[in-house]
T-cell receptor, first 113, second 115 residues
Framework: DAGITQSPRHKVTETGTPVTLRCHQTENHRYMYWYRQDPGHGLRLIHYSYGVKDTDKGEVSDGYSVSRSKTEDFLLTLESATSSQTSVYFCAITSAGGYSEAFFGQGTRLTVV | GESVGLHLPTLSVQEGDNSIINCAYS??????FIWYKQESGKGPQFIIDIRSNMDKRQGQRVTVLLNKTVKHLSLQIAATQPGDSAVYFCAERYAGGTSYGKLTFGQGTILTVHP
């Protein structure tokens, strides 16, 4: 398995609270991504990073922010969690974009009550 | 995970049969495609990939076929085993520099293999 660790693996939080999910990689890959997975929608891109301090929005970025202060860590923050953000969140990495495959973490199941 | 299963296409096969899972992709500019397998409670796992300059690529027990004319991708699994039961996703990418490696995923197909 690719060296990707997501934490926490499970979290229950209350509406309106801030939440931060962490993705840690040991592969020294340049590109990192956050996806969410919901029934009927498959995997959708939230934010991505193409280098330290270089990030951009994906297709479902509203309500989320990210930070990447070092190569190995990519943080996803829900500034004020809402019930619509209840989902399974996956981090992915790839070495060079282009024709290289992406590897996924084990996921974080987040429930907002 | 287990909640992915709602509203997805399903394929049920007997152990030992061959399975074919289909995917229609959306972007005619996409030039790289990946098939992933996702077991319950786990992240997607890479199975096989193909570039747009190829029509077919084979791996161990798996073959991917690409038809760019109709924007269609298929995954063939030979001699399907109970351990192949999972959700299968296709993903597409435009491999140019400005894409930053972003993948767009299909909805997925649930494969169930009966002993």
């Amino acid at each position: 398995d690719a060296g990707i660790t997501q934490s926490p693996r499970h979290k229950v939080t209350e509406t309106g609270t801030p939440v931060t999910l962490r993705c840690h990689q040991t592969e020294n890959h340049r590109y990192m991504y956050w996806y969410r997975q919901d029934p009927g929608h498959g995997l959708r891109l939230i934010h991505y990073s193409y280098g330290v301090k270089d990030t951009d929005k994906g297709e479902v970025s509203d309500g989320y922010s990210v930070s990447r202060s070092k190569t190995e860590d990519f943080l996803l923050t829900l500034e004020s969690a809402t019930s619509s953000q209840t989902s399974v969140y996956f981090c992915a990495i790839t070495s060079a974009g282009g024709y290289s495959e992406a590897f996924f973490g084990q996921g974080t199941r987040l429930t907002v009550v | 995970g287990e909640s992915v299963g709602l509203h997805l296409p399903t394929l049920s096969v007997q152990e030992g049969d061959n399975s074919i899972i289909n995917c229609a992709y959306s972007n005619s500019a996409s030039d790289y495609f990946i098939w992933y397998k996702q077991e319950s409670g786990k992240g997607p796992q890479f199975i096989i990939d193909i570039r747009s300059n190829m029509d077919k690529r084979q791996g161990q027990r798996v073959t991917v076929l690409l038809n760019k004319t109709v924007k269609h991708l298929s995954l063939q699994i030979a001699a399907t085993q109970p351990g192949d039961s999972a959700v299968y996703f296709c993903a597409e990418r435009y491999a140019g520099g400005t894409s930053y490696g972003k993948l767009t995923f299909g909805q997925g197909t649930i494969l169930t293999v009966h002993p």
